[in-house]
């Protein structure tokens, strides 16, 4: 053998395992990032956050004229499963497939601990064939015309989240009139967290802003979108001065005007994110 080619089959053993290793430091990385996002400190999931960024503080409830906040909470707990490890997108094929036309696939079917999550991964867990992401929001929500399918429906979603935010001692219940009935509402008694939540949004658009969507925090950067889905993005920024404001509202039109399956393909990409993006831009 010349020496030649011994130093080029030498070169490609290297280049393979260096190939490997990288690949192993970035599966031990995404490990400890799923670890951490199932970690019990998590102190509010991601529907939690966006209901109580659509929660008015005074008054206890959404707007009656949001009608996109059902489906935006459904999309929340596809993220927050996948955030948590427990579900994924199919993997890309050779012949490379749109975000929506790839299937949520049961990843690990240990329970969360958060009952609505539960509920969810367990339909996602007898499911066959598998189902899209868009799919799956529209299922969740209930709005389906299969008879067969009702079951998949998320009872009381809202309601659901507002008891949790009770527990956690964010919000607190009362009952109000309104003349033809009485509703149950849940205003905002911890005003502190949802202001440090508001200003970890509005930072992220403003003083932290970093110009690439893939070097955001990834739950950051799902609450912007799903926030945006569920038509709460501009309570965040409401309170600015006209100048951030702008700035903010600029910004966060530049992360959701991008095309998400671009974006899905970069390396490092969380594709859950970028798929329910895809999801609610088509709708």
């Known amino acids: 053998m010349s020496t030649l080619t ?3 089959r030498r070169s490609e053993v290297v280049e393979k395992r260096s190939s490997r290793e990288e690949a192993d430091r970035e599966d031990a990385l995404e490990e400890e990032e799923e670890d951490k996002d199932d970690s019990k400190d998590l102190r509010l999931t991601l529907m939690e956050e966006v209901l109580l960024l659509g929660i008015k503080d005074k008054e206890g409830y959404t707007s009656f004229w949001n009608d996109s906040i059902s489906s935006g909470l459904r999309g929340a707990i596809l993220i927050e499963l996948a955030l948590r490890g427990r579900i994924q997108l199919q993997p890309q094929a ?4 749109k975000l929506l036309d790839r299937k949520v696939l049961l990843k690990s079917d240990a329970p969360t601990g958060d009952v609505l999550l539960d509920e969810a991964l367990k339909h996602i867990k007898v499911t066959e064939p598998p189902e899209t992401v868009q799919s799956w929001i529209e299922l969740l929500t209930g709005e389906t015309w299969n008879p067969l399918k ?3 429906q998320l ?11 009770v527990e956690k001692g964010i919000l607190t219940t009362e009952k109000q009139n309104f003349l033809l009935f009485d509703m149950t509402t849940h205003p905002v008694t911890n005003a502190t967290e ?3 939540l508001v200003k970890r ?9 970093v110009n ?9 950067l799902a609450l912007i979108v799903l926030a945006s889905a569920s038509d709460v993005l501009e309570n965040v920024f409401t309170a ?3 100048e951030q404001y702008e700035t903010a509202v600029t910004r966060s039109r530049a992360l959701l005007d991008g095309d998400p399956d671009v974006e899905g393909a970069k390396p490092r990409a969380y594709e859950m994110i970028w798929a329910v993006m895809a999801a609610f831009s088509k709708s």
């Open 194 to 196: 949802k202001q440090r």
């Open 155 to 165: 009872r009381n979603v809202r309601e659901r989240l507002a008891k949790s935010l």
């Open 6 to 8: 011994h130093r080029n």
């Open 94 to 97: 050779m012949r490379k497939k």
């Open 240 to 242: 600015l001065p006209d």
């Open 212 to 220: 690439d969507a893939h070097r955001m925090d990834r739950r950051l």
């Open 150 to 152: 009702l079951h998949y």
């Open 201 to 209: 949004v509005q930072e992220s658009l403003l003083e932290r802003w």
